[in-house]
């Protein structure tokens, strides 16, 4: 199987498994990363089937929609890819950056795994959590969550523990300060850091805004 067939076939694997996710971890979602990954690649050395595989599978199995178990996720791109006679080297690499991309895994600095290709994926990932789609994808997993908007008396924990992170049922508005206004200064890549520090500011006039039209300013 080219490249190019392997790709496709990953695409539609990944369309059928997320068929009727959560907006903000959908098909599109994976798109969008997968879109972001390619244009960040351009620029860095990297092997860019892994990054490609490794944006398309990233959310296979979020463990936040599995009742926390980050286990399933990397099984089912293996096993994925094992079925299309994927070389070894490349399976465990994919496996290694579906298990340390997300934000949450990297709260402790315990994660060990490191290379160039998670580098690009996981700014990839990281862009599609800032930005206006950001935004949008923020208050949609609230409404899904049925978590309160803004309440001014329950405020943003900036030390977050991993386990806190993902136990939160905090107002959508604190996830705001709680990770989203952090990832501009952890990007890994020079394109991911320039995009981000536009979609970052895009985040801070809206959080202006609300702030204003919440207190009756505006």
């Given at each position: 199987m080219s490249n190019f067939d392997l790709i496709e076939a990953t695409k539609t694997f990944v369309k059928e498994t997320l068929k009727g996710?959560?907006?903000?971890?959908?098909?599109?979602?994976?798109?969008?990363?997968y879109k972001n990954a390619l244009l960040i690649a351009k620029g860095e050395t990297v092997n860019h089937?892994?990054?490609?595989?490794?944006?398309?599978?990233?959310?296979?199995?979020?463990?936040?929609?599995?009742?926390?178990?980050?286990?399933?996720?990397?099984?089912?791109?293996?096993d994925f890819l094992l079925k299309?006679?994927?070389?070894?080297?490349?399976?465990?690499?994919?496996?290694?950056?579906?298990?340390?991309?997300?934000?949450?895994?990297?709260?402790d600095n315990t994660n060990l795994f490191k290379?160039?290709?998670?580098?690009?994926?996981?700014?990839?990932?990281?862009?599609?959590?800032?930005?206006?789609?950001?935004?949008?994808?923020?208050?949609?997993?609230?409404?899904?969550?049925?978590?309160?908007?803004?309440d001014p008396e329950i405020k943003p924990n900036l030390k977050l523990t991993k386990a806190e992170y993902k136990a939160s049922n905090a107002p959508t508005i604190n996830h705001f300060y709680e990770k989203l206004l952090l990832?501009?200064?952890?990007?890994?890549?020079?394109?991911?850091?320039?995009?981000?520090?536009?979609?970052?500011?895009?985040?801070v006039d809206f959080l202006k805004q609300f702030n204003a039209e919440w207190n009756g300013e505006k």
């Open positions: 996710a959560e907006g903000g971890h959908d098909w599109f979602h994976v798109e969008r990363v089937l892994v990054v490609a595989l490794g944006a398309l599978l990233h959310d296979i199995a979020d463990s936040k929609f599995y009742n926390g178990d980050t286990t399933i996720g990397p099984k089912m791109a293996g299309h006679n994927v070389d070894s080297t490349i399976i465990n690499h994919v496996i290694k950056i579906i298990e340390n991309i997300s934000y949450s895994s990297n709260i290379s160039a290709e998670l580098d690009v994926v996981q700014d990839a990932d990281r862009l599609d959590a800032l930005g206006a789609i950001g935004i949008a994808r923020t208050f949609n997993y609230g409404g899904f969550k049925n978590r309160a908007l803004y990832l501009k200064d952890k990007m890994n890549t020079k394109t991911g850091q320039k995009i981000a520090k536009q979609r970052h500011q895009y985040m």
